[in-house]
Structure formats: C-alpha cells, structure tokens
C-alpha cells in the first residue's frame, strides 16, 4: 500500500515531530510512505532524508506584495504528483491547508485515491473558507481522523462535520532517545533545586503569561525554586519582559530555547505547568508524565482527557474562575510532596504508547483500503 502524507511545513512543532515519526514507523510496516509539504519546508525533512523516504516541496502559498495567498496551482501540481510519481493509494492529510490543498489534488487525480485528513486541534477562530470546504470535502473524504475524543466532540459541535465519517485514533507518546549528559551544568542544578517547567511553543495559546505569573507568585513563598521555558517562538522578547518587570531574574527564571533532550530534562522535573488556553491532545505534558514529573494543567477538554478527569494530574481552571493563587497553591502543593515517578510512567506506558497508535492508524488503513 502507498501512502502519501501532505502537510504545511517540516518545522519543528508538534504535528511535524509526529510525522517525522510515523513515516518511518509505517515504512518499518511494510507501508511505502512519501511526504509532501506545501507552506515551506524545515529542519525536520533531514530524519526523512536518513530514513530513505521521499518528499517533495509544492510551493501552496503565493504572494502579492507583502501578501499570502493560496497558489491554487498547487492542486494541479500535488495531484500529478500523485498520479505519476508516487502512484498513491490513500492520501493522508494535515493541518489546515494541507487538508484543503491534499484534499482537493486527490479529488482532481486521475487514480482518485482514498483521502484521510486528520484534525489535530481545537480551533479557535478557524476561518470561514475552511469550514465551508471542510464540510464540502467531508462526502468525498474516506475518513476524518481525530487526535483525540475532544478533537473528535468539537470539531462535530463545531464544524457540524458527519459523526460517521469522524474516528478516534489517539495519539501516543512520540519515541524520543535519552540525551543524558551528566555534566551538563542544568543538570547539576536541577539535582540540588526544584525545578517547575514549561515546554511549547512560545504563543499565546500555550499560556506562557500564565506561567510567569504562576511562577512570581510560587517565587515569594519558595525563593530556591528553578523555572524553566524551553522552546522558542514569536512571544519570546515580550515574555523575557514580563518576567523582568513580574521582578524575576535569570537565576529564577530560564529561558532555554530549543532542547533536544527533553525526556532527560523530564526526569529531573518536580512539576510541569502547563496553562494552556486550548490544546487537541497535549504532547508536552504526556512527555512530562513519562519522565515522572506532577503536571499541573489548566482545566480544559484536552487535559480532562488526557489525565482521565485529573486522575494523573492536577487541573486548574484558567482565570479569571481559576485565580493565580490558585495555580501557585497548586504547584506549591505539588512541589510538597514526593512524585510517584513509576504510576505516572506505568500510566503513559499503558494507555500512549507509540507503537499502538501505529497500530491502530495501520488498521484504519487496511480497513479503507478494502472498501
């Protein structure tokens, strides 16, 4: 079976680490797998490269001056490329334009190829064009694979998409190698203080504000705790100044940029705050968990979800019904006690391992290719 996957670009994000996983993985199955990205490219396509598997870059947004707008040429382009070079039999599609752009290039194929799109998230302000093509495309579309059960319930609630064409196939934890490397100096300093982390990318959605506010408060009552945010993205000077205006210098708060090791970052961690705004599934704090680190999240489907109702995690509701006191008892509350390490890790083994989530997407494969 062939399988060509299509997305918006090969940087380094949640959707793309995935992918930069699953092909490889498929390929290991047996699948032959290809990839194609249309908004740009990344660092990411080098693991492709060392995998031996193929992509391609069709260039999907144009521009009019200082402008972007959709090079609907692309179609045609993805399309033949469908049909003559890589001769799919499902095309599997993500994010937002490419599930609009693989959609629609499979549809004008010649060999019409069954076509899968996957919802990863919960849209805030999805615009209109795309829920108006997302519903049209739904008849044509074998199947709409959602992250999780709460991407599944929102995007039926809000985008009115058919519930029999909507399936589940929950994620599972991305393989990450342990990059232990004892003389890193954050390292020693984790071992002899508390250490409160956030992991994401520096946007609103993922509540960085929230973080530091947390974080200043938790600081008046534990002076000798350590935060650190690890990631990088376009919030990053505005949130350097509130912590120094919040009074929070560099040997309280750390800003770390791009880690590559964070399951030995994981390890080390007392307490992982995440006061996300809105989340589809919640790859960071499920990669907190397997290190053995409390999580304490904000109080929304996602999270709900993902710690079975707050089984294996503290939630908090976001202000202003959740006030910062509150989230600062919390974490104070968390860095009292001792983490169960194991439970936690036992946990996330259980119910997200990778290796089942490939399974489970393998299945739904074989099941839309017989039909």
């Known amino acids: ?193 508390p250490t409160v982390g956030i992991v994401g990318r520096l946007v609103a959605d993922k509540g960085h504000d929230l973080f530091l506010y947390t974080m200043a408060a938790v600081l008046q009552t534990r002076p000798d705790v350590l935060a650190l945010i690890i990631g990088d993205g376009p919030l990053h000077d505005d949130l350097e100044a509130l912590s120094r205006r919040l009074g929070m210098g560099p040997d309280q708060v750390r800003f770390l940029g791009i880690r590559h090791d964070i399951p030995s970052l994981a390890k080390r961690l007392r307490v992982f705050l995440l006061p996300s705004r809105r989340e589809g599934f919640g790859m960071a704090p499920l990669e907190a968990m397997a290190g053995g680190a409390q999580v304490v999240l904000s109080r929304i489907p996602a999270f709900e979800e993902l710690t079975w109702h707050g089984q294996y995690g503290t939630l908090v509701a976001l202000p202003p019904e959740g006030p910062i006191s509150e989230w600062a008892e919390a974490v104070l509350t968390a860095l009292s006690t001792e983490p169960d390490r194991g439970r936690l890790r036992r946990f996330v083994a259980q119910h997200y391992a990778f290796d089942d989530h490939v399974d489970r997407l393998a299945g739904l494969y074989e099941e839309i290719f017989r039909r």
């Open 1 to 193: 079976m062939r399988i060509l996957h299509v997305t918006n670009d090969f940087e380094v994000g949640g959707v793309q680490v995935y992918l930069s996983h699953l092909l490889p993985a498929l390929q290991s199955r047996g699948y032959d797998v290809a990839l194609v990205v249309l908004t740009g490219r990344g660092p990411l396509l080098a693991k492709l490269d060392e995998a031996g598997i193929a992509w391609r870059y069709i260039a999907a947004l144009g521009r009019w001056g200082s402008l972007k707008w959709p090079r609907w040429l692309a179609i045609t382009e993805l399309s033949r490329f469908i049909d003559d070079v890589f001769c799919a039999d499902i095309v599997h599609t993500h994010l937002l334009i490419g599930n609009t752009v693989g959609r629609l290039a499979a549809m004008r194929s010649r060999s019409h190829p069954k076509a899968v799109a996957t919802e990863h998230s919960t849209y805030d302000r999805k615009p209109g064009w795309a829920q108006w093509l997302d519903r049209r495309l739904a008849r044509p579309t074998e199947a709409i694979m959602a992250v999780s059960d709460t991407v599944r319930d929102f995007t039926i609630r809000q985008e009115s998409l058919p519930r029999n064409k909507m399936v589940t196939v929950r994620l599972g934890l991305v393989p990450s190698a342990s990059m232990d490397a004892e003389d890193d100096p954050l390292y020693t300093e984790m071992a002899q203080r």
